[in-house]
């Protein structure tokens, strides 16, 4: 595997639901990254990780709950989500300081709440 | 507060001629723009980035110009092809932030 890679690719779920969102990337960053993109919207901003330590929380409501367990792997953690929390939500990893210019984004995991 | 624009949701070129998109910021603090690029069921995958100490950047048929008295920066195709239909999203950042802000994404249609 090469890359960031995300699963599952597709996701329905209802609002009393819990499921986790995973995202993996082999390119030996340590920044990684959580977007939302929604319809007719910008990319925006979720979380960032840097070295495993969360260190951007960009007013995220709580039923969406972050996890980097090492700087290879990060999860979102989704419970009691509303309709309009479906979109696809991205993960990307970068390097640091220069390297943090360009991000590397996977497929996306596209999310419907019911 | 949308600090990244890009005004056009869609565009739609002939194949062979120039491909011109746009975009608009409004934070002075960023330095450091880059043009991603958005195929159906794909991840964004970056194309080209310029630093605001230049006002060019060329890489093969893709150049992004920035204008930073504007506050404007645009990216060139040419000679557009029909693999170019995407989505393209402008983004800067403020180097060292590890924030990078994302505009709306303008939907590129090259016609054969």
């Known amino acids: 595997e090469t890359g960031v890679t995300q699963t599952p690719r597709h996701l329905v779920m209802g609002m009393t639901n819990k499921k986790s969102l995973k995202c993996e990337q082999h390119?030996?960053?340590?920044?990684m990254y959580w977007y939302k993109q929604s319809a007719k919207k910008p990319l925006e901003l979720m979380f960032v990780y840097s070295l495993e330590e969360r260190v951007e929380n960009n007013s995220v409501p709580s039923r969406f709950s972050p996890e980097c367990p090492n700087s290879s792997h990060l999860f979102l953690h989704l419970h009691t989500l509303q309709p309009e929390d479906s979109a696809l939500y991205l993960c990307a990893s970068s390097g640091l300081g220069a390297g943090a210019n360009v991000l590397t984004f996977g497929a996306g995991s596209r999310l419907t709440v019911l | 507060d949308q600090q990244v624009k890009q005004n056009s949701p869609s565009l739609s070129v002939q194949e062979g001629r120039i491909s011109i998109l746009n975009c608009d910021y409004t934070n002075s603090m960023f330095d450091y723009f880059l043009w991603y690029k958005k195929y159906p069921a794909e991840g964004p995958t970056f194309l080209i980035s310029i630093s605001s100490i230049k006002d060019k950047n060329e890489d093969g048929r893709f150049t992004v110009f920035l204008n930073k008295s504007a506050k404007h920066l645009s990216l060139h195709i040419v000679p557009s092809q029909p693999g170019d239909s995407a989505v393209y999203f402008c983004?800067?950042?403020?180097?060292?932030?590890?924030?990078?802000?994302f505009g709306q994404g303008t939907r590129l249609t090259i016609n054969p």
């Open positions: 983004a800067a950042m403020h180097q060292g932030a590890q924030k990078l802000v």
């Open positions: 390119l030996g960053h340590n920044a």
